[in-house]
């Protein structure tokens, strides 16, 4: 399981450990958080393609599926 502090989390690299349509790495682009300072929404980009999608940021911890850092 990784080791995940929501504040630190904007501009950090991911690698997806299963990659989809050849996108392997992967960067957070948008953070957002509440008055709790509770994370609300999460962008993640691809690099190579620039496709962007919403992601729960608690999905980063599932080390079967995200790796951090660029592998």
Sequence with gaps: MNQINPKKLLNSKWTAVTPL????H???????????????HCLIEAIISKRSEPIEWQ?????????????
């Design 21 to 24: 349509n050849r996108e392997k």
């Design 26 to 40: 992967f960067l957070i682009t948008e953070l957002d958080f509440d008055e709790e300072e509770e994370v609300i």
């Design 59 to 71: 999905e980063l911890k599932n080390d079967e599926k995200w790796l951090q850092g660029w592998k």
